[in-house]
């Protein structure tokens, strides 16, 4: 399992490491803070969440096998959800999403975050 630390490398990238391995290795798993963050996604099917995560993962740079490892997943699993499968188990969707630095929040309708 990887730990993320509050540090970022050289190229402002997020910094990681294994508990079994001395050395520091830089991965970009978690967001920059930006000058504008982001807007909030609105999300109404599971190809919404797919979508969302897709554009997360590339926008930090890595590939499915780094996040599937980094967020205890499979690459299968990663890829289905990527795709928008309905009926993945929820709790490993959070999980993903939450390595990816992303929130989820339920408001009512027409209300936004």
Known sequence: MAVILPDRDDMGRARWYLPDQEELMPTPI???PSSSPPAPTLVRTPADIGATVRHARLQQGVDQTETAGLSGV??????ELE???ATLRLGLVLQVLGRLGLDVWIVPRGQRP
């Not at 499979?74 to 890829?79: H, Q, S």
């Open 30 to 32: 978690v967001p920059m």
């Open 83 to 85: 795709r928008g499968k």
């Open 74 to 79: 499979g690459v299968r699993f990663l890829g």
